[in-house]
T-cell receptor
Framework: NAGVMQNPRHLVRRRGQEARLRCSPMKGHSHVYWYRQLPEEGLKFMVYLQKENIIDESGMPKERFSAEFPKEGPSILRIQQVVRGDSAAYFC?????????????FGPGTRLLVL | DQQVKQNSPSLSVQEGRISILNCDYTNSMFDYFLWYKKYPAEGPTFLISISSIKDKNEDGRFTVFLNKSAKHLSLHIVPSQPGDSAVYFCAASDNYQLIWGAGTKLIIKP
């Protein structure tokens, strides 16, 4: 049973470009969470999605960031017009149902570097 | 506003001895706590959890203790092994959001 897949593992972008991060949840999991980790800090919640629905995006910056989890295909975290402060590790997690009582399983992360 | 705090950035322990990692929280609404282990360039891996209705949960070499009155939890690893060297994150939840501490880097010395 494959775990949570994220790609790319590393992404380099210049300021002003767009970054697209992909996450394929574990088989049978329909709930996806995105977290961001800045250097020397813990993970910070960004957004929680179910298939075709955004449940909670309270941790997402109001501008330039968006997320989707379509009926078919991976979840996408999209960052438009990237700035240097967007450089971080972005982790995706999935769970079979609404977590809090169940474990969220994490992917290996995408390390975004903005030059 | 840090709701979950891990005040020790790093901890060094001799192989075979007990490792104790600490975590404090401020939000009394948290009712579920988890410990994750993270190796460099990998995602966090779930280790052990505890519900707020309990004060102890044990799984092999890992035991988590919860002191609700002090809003404090700790992870005990005994005996410590070289493969335990990693960053350990404490996380708390009152729904689906996990609120994370900054992590403690555990180094097991041979």
């Amino acid at each position: 049973n494959a775990g949570v897949m994220q790609n790319p593992r590393h992404l380099v972008r210049r300021r002003g470009q767009e970054a697209r991060l992909r996450c394929s949840p574990m088989k049978g999991h329909s709930h996806v969470y995105w977290y961001r980790q800045l250097p020397e800090e813990g993970l910070k919640f960004m957004v929680y999605l179910q298939k075709e629905n955004i449940i909670d995006e309270s941790g997402m910056p109001k501008e330039r960031f968006s997320a989707e989890f379509p009926k078919e295909g991976p979840s996408i975290l999209r960052i438009q017009q990237v700035v240097r402060g967007d450089s971080a590790a972005y982790f995706c997690a999935s769970s079979p149902s609404r977590a809090g009582r169940e474990t969220q399983y994490f992917g290996p992360g995408t390390r975004l570097l903005v030059l | 506003d840090q709701q979950v705090k891990q005040n020790s950035p790093s901890l060094s322990v001799q192989e075979g001895r007990i490792s104790i990692l600490n975590c404090d929280y401020t939000n009394s609404m948290f009712d579920y706590f988890l410990w994750y282990k993270k190796y460099p360039a990998e995602g966090p891996t779930f280790l052990i959890s505890i519900s707020s209705i309990k004060d102890k949960n044990e799984d092999g070499r890992f035991t988590v203790f919860l002191n609700k009155s002090a809003k404090h939890l700790s992870l005990h690893i005994v005996p410590s092994q070289p493969g335990d060297s990693a960053v350990y994150f404490c996380a708390a939840s009152d729904n689906y959001q996990l609120i994370w501490g900054a992590g403690t880097k555990l180094i097991i010395k041979p």
